[in-house]
């Protein structure tokens, strides 16, 4: 199977706040970016897809920076819909994907009609938490994995 790519990796300082681009990010288990506004819980760290989001902004006819979603990760070459409980592996790091990321206000705020474009199913992403910790940075490859049994 082809890996795909990690893209982009954004980092919310605060509640509310814009999402930083980074090179690289910390990722640590319980936790999830280390000095991202939302640590721990089950949406350790959203993610959204290339393909999906290409698929929104030509149906919107706009280029919509994806930074406005406000995930963490952007993925390529991996699709992820329907992917509640697999294992994905970005660099060396694993996340399990806990479920669907559920578009907000704020996605109109920032182009009106998105948060309603992002409404079908999956298409406002995944949110994930931490299994391997250690670094991630863009431009590392993305792949699903079976989950290890110990």
């Given at each position: 199977m082809a890996a795909g790519k990690l893209e982009a990796i954004w980092i919310k300082?605060?509640?509310?706040?814009?999402?930083?681009?980074?090179?690289?990010?910390?990722?640590?288990?319980?936790?999830?970016?280390v000095g991202?506004?939302?640590?721990?819980g089950r949406r350790q760290i959203t993610l959204?897809?290339?393909?999906?989001?290409d698929l929104i902004?030509?149906?919107?006819?706009d280029h919509v920076d994806p930074a406005v979603r406000r995930a963490n990760l952007l993925v390529s070459g991996v699709s992820l819909a329907g992917s509640r409980g697999r294992m994905l592996r970005i660099g060396r790091c694993r996340l399990r994907i806990n479920g669907e990321s559920r578009p907000c206000r704020l996605m109109d705020e920032a182009r009106p009609g998105l948060q309603h474009a992002l409404t079908a199913p999956w298409?406002?992403?995944?949110?994930?938490?931490?299994?391997?910790?250690?670094?991630?940075?863009?431009?590392?490859?993305?792949?699903w994995v079976e989950e290890e049994t110990p």
């Open positions: 300082r605060a509640h509310g706040a814009r999402m930083d681009p980074a090179p690289r990010a910390t990722l640590r288990v319980g936790r999830g970016i991202n506004a939302d640590e721990g959204i897809d290339r393909s999906t989001w902004t030509e149906e919107l006819r298409r406002g992403g995944a949110c994930a938490e931490v299994v391997d910790e250690g670094e991630i940075e863009v431009g590392a490859p993305v792949e």
